[in-house]
């Protein structure tokens, strides 16, 4: 299959923003919970519609009074929390335009996007952030207004927008049209310099609207339960956002977390108790990481890796059954899972919180194996795929019909198509206006409607898409012959004691990988063999921890034919980390910045 077509289920409304709905909800209901927030004890205490609608209309007030105007863009530098959906709020309140700004970003990436996109004013998380736009802000002609929530920032602004009167913001928020931009966030720039997606209103209201009238029923634990999330993706990225847009929209409880990493983030499921969640790959690798390790700490590793193979064949066989290609799980299989899930399971599920039943996952591949687990354990993770540039989800495995090991089918009202040369091309209403101030980019980008994603893929006979590599990142060997290093990369970070997988070779006589080491992994397999804790640079000396590698090694090499399999690598001593430039905000690799930072350690791989 070349093409897939979803009908649509949900339009963009016609008039209207994104702010309507905090005030119409407000009215209609304004007791319902709309969100969780954190006080400052560090307990979770509710946030009605009626409390949300006052504070981000006392905030637009603020905003107009310091001199925040229509069409204004206005940045915001923060983690996850509160306060960031406020000021989104507030912003689209008044028809000004979000720039959001990862909280990572260097002192150059702000420069950038805040010049590129003439931002009058910032709001920033802490001191850092402040300092960072500090360094740079000669060259920011346009920044007029700079806020530190730290500081009191959002008291200060209601108390300067106090005095002005309501129909105030109310006739900036009647302006505002679904044509209107509603916020420019800027590509990672794992190719060049970031560039300014412009999304308006209603790509954002389309891409809202369908995803909770297709997937509602996954939010829920059980039927007629209280729904809640918690948010713990960056907003600075479109599916942080996108998420916090649905759940205002959909009535959905919603919490932030700030911090993406399981240290912090369980806790907080443990207490906030989400129905459902969306997250990326690796907060499900954590999760069943974790859970490994508990197990083999308390010598229960064999049982452990028995309750995964059980999980795992169960799933298998509810998919089968789906697709009407067998009977479902038999009694013999049954009960072996029913013994699991008293044993294993619900611990897992526990750990999420207990509520958790669903979830979505985006950003990266997932590997069919974990999520055929979770499903097992009562998880069900639905895969997707999107970019920025399609406002989060393009693709997406419906409720009914999971196919693990795809990003699913297009969602309602979009369309894939695959060209000759393997490119997936997307059209909807959820795909993009353009690039800011970057009309070659866009023209190069958009055809008639359709959005090219540099991304490589297949359609199989139902319209299930399978994502198979970037076409800027095909390796091209010095024999002739094309790599798509993702699938590869995917299958060595499968093993454990894997962080990062790099893979090399364009015009090299063959494949060959860097690799990056889970510490806390590492950590836990020395302690489990009694082996003493070695520093950085005596692990990569180490013989049993580079056969441990070599066997993630052996297994991607199964994947491929032998002109394609990875036949040599170099274990690193150090992770790639955004700080040092060689990943994205959003954990993407930063291929040619990795290869020049470690140019000597891929000249070794070559030399006989």
Known sequence: MREFTNPALALAPPVGGLADVVFERAQEDPLHVSLGRKDDAGQWRDVNAGEFRDEVLALAKGLLSQGIRFGDRVAIMSRTRYEWTLFDYALWTIGAQVVPVYPTSSAEQVFW???????????VEHEDHAMT????????PELRRLWQLDVGA?????????????????????????????????????TGRPKGCVLTHANFMFEADTMIARWEPVFHSKKGDEVATLLFLPLAH????????????????????????????????????????LGVPYIFEKVFNAARRK????????????????AVRYAEAVEEKAWDLGPGPSAGLRMQHQLYEKLVYSKIRAAMGGRVRHAMTGGSGMDRRLGLFFAGAGVHIYEGYGLTETSAAATA?????????????????TTVHIAEDGEIWLRGDNVFQGYLNNQKATDATLHDGWLATGDLGSLDEDGYLTITGRKKEILVTSGGKSVAPGGLEERVRDHPLVAQCIVVGNDRPYIAALITLDREAVEHWLTMRGKPQLTSTELVRDPDLEKEVRRAVVAANTLVSKAESIR????????????HGLLTPSLKLKRKAIEDAYVKEVEALYKA
């Open 295 to 310: 197990a083999e700490r308390e010598g229960r590793d064999g049982p452990f890796e028995k309750a995964v193979e059980v």
């Open 154 to 190: 959002v008291q200060e602004l209601y108390e300067s927008g106090a005095n002005l009167d309501d129909d105030v913001v109310h006739r900036h928020r009647l302006a505002v049209t679904p044509e209107s931009t509603a916020t420019i966030i800027y590509t990672s720039g794992t």
């Open 397 to 413: 495995n419906p409720p009914e019909r999971t196919r693990y090991g795809t990003v699913g089918q297009a969602i309602p009202g």
């Open 238 to 277: 479109v599916f942080g956002r996108m998420v916090q847009v649905a759940a205002i929209r959909g009535g959905v409880r919603f919490g932030h977390q700030p911090q993406l990493n399981a240290a912090a983030l369980l806790p907080d499921l443990a207490t906030f108790r989400p129905t459902f969640f």
């Open 568 to 579: 040599t690598f170099r274990i690193l001593a150090q992770a790639f980390t955004e700080e």
């Open 113 to 123: 996007m805040l010049y590129d996109a003439e931002v009058t004013a910032a709001m």
């Open 133 to 140: 736009i500090a360094t740079v802000i000669d060259r920011l």
